[in-house]
């Protein structure tokens, strides 16, 4: 009886010290691999290979952001070590990061596709994958090639979805038999929203920002339906709704900041505001495409809490 007390309450001080905040069971993990475009290059991608801008570190992370991207907040919100393959490219703009695939969409960045980054991994051993929670996120390069903002009826909405759909399933399925017990996936997030879009893609066209918004939520209801056949082994993470969330609503998510407004891009950006007054984060846009580190934290904590509900 004194053994069995003495141990039970050896195991409650170890919960207790390991996570205070989150006072729960170990993750069905121990580690996280991570594939995207520069909404999750860490600097492994685009930075390592000097195409960052100049300077290469130019906003001082080697990340697209001025900061951590969400991915890496998650990695520590979950005390996991993170390998990440991600590769991004400039800003949304003709040199754009990862695709699904650079046969379907290719990078003018030469930034290594979705393929190739799991085949990076996998190729080398998939080191770990037996305890690991992949994460991909991908789809907002190929988005802006192969859909019409203008015309929802257009064919080629549909087939993108499709094709979506078909090619993030196939890597879930790829990892997944190469031994992953989870893999997450993010969907394509609202750029309609993101101020990309009415400077090279709608104007003042409010009918075209709508328009493109229903043509991401459609292809994002394909890929999560593509996905359900993996049940729970696979976590699906509604980005689109969360930054949608955010955006209806950023005075009260800490953006002061009009959303019409970024830190760099063009001659209206308020860099000196930003990065040379230290106001970034009151702004919820870095560039065209790209969140500020802040940003990034609160979707970095909201993908935690789909995680927690997932293991519930």
Not at 50 to 72: E, H, K, L, M
Not at 210 to 233: D, M, P, Y
Request: net charge neutral; charged share 15%; hydrophobic share 40%.
């Amino acid at each position: 009886m004194l053994f069995k007390t003495s141990f039970t309450f050896f195991l409650l001080s170890f919960v207790a010290a390991r996570s205070i905040k989150a006072p729960r069971a170990a993750y069905p993990f121990n580690n996280l691999v991570a594939y995207g475009d520069e909404l999750s290059d860490n600097g492994n991608g685009s930075f390592a290979h000097g195409i960052t801008g100049d300077p290469a570190n130019v906003y001082g992370f080697g990340t697209w952001t001025n900061g951590p991207v969400a991915v890496s907040y998650l990695a520590d919100l979950l005390k996991v070590p993170m390998t990440d393959y991600a590769f991004g490219g400039c800003c949304g703009g003709g040199s754009f990061g990862a695709t699904f695939d650079n046969a379907y969409t290719k990078s003018p960045a030469g930034a290594t596709d979705m393929l190739g980054q799991i085949s990076n991994y996998t190729g080398t051993g998939s080191k770990g994958i037996a305890s690991s929670l992949q994460f991909l996120w991908f789809g907002e390069n190929d988005l802006s090639m192969h859909t019409d903002a203008f015309w929802l009826g257009d064919a080629k909405n549909a087939q993108f979805a499709t094709d979506a759909a078909a090619k993030i399933t196939a890597s879930v399925k790829g990892l997944l038999d190469k031994g992953a017990p989870y893999v997450m996936v993010a969907n394509i997030y609202p750029k309609h929203l993101a101020p990309v879009t009415p400077k090279y893609l709608c104007g003042t066209n409010a009918d075209c920002v709508k328009t493109w918004g229903q043509v991401i939520t459609s292809a994002n209801a394909a890929i999560q339906k593509s996905l359900g056949q993996f049940g729970k082994k696979v976590i699906y993470y509604d980005v689109f709704s969360y930054m949608v969330q955010i955006l209806n609503n950023s005075k009260a998510y800490g953006f002061p900041k009009p959303l019409n407004l970024f830190c760099d891009g063009d001659e209206t950006a308020q860099w000196d505001d930003c990065m040379v007054k230290g106001n970034a984060n009151q702004y919820f846009w870095m560039n065209f495409i790209q969140p500020t580190t802040a940003g990034h934290k609160l979707i970095a904590q909201d993908m935690k809490k789909t995680i927690d509900a997932h293991f519930a």
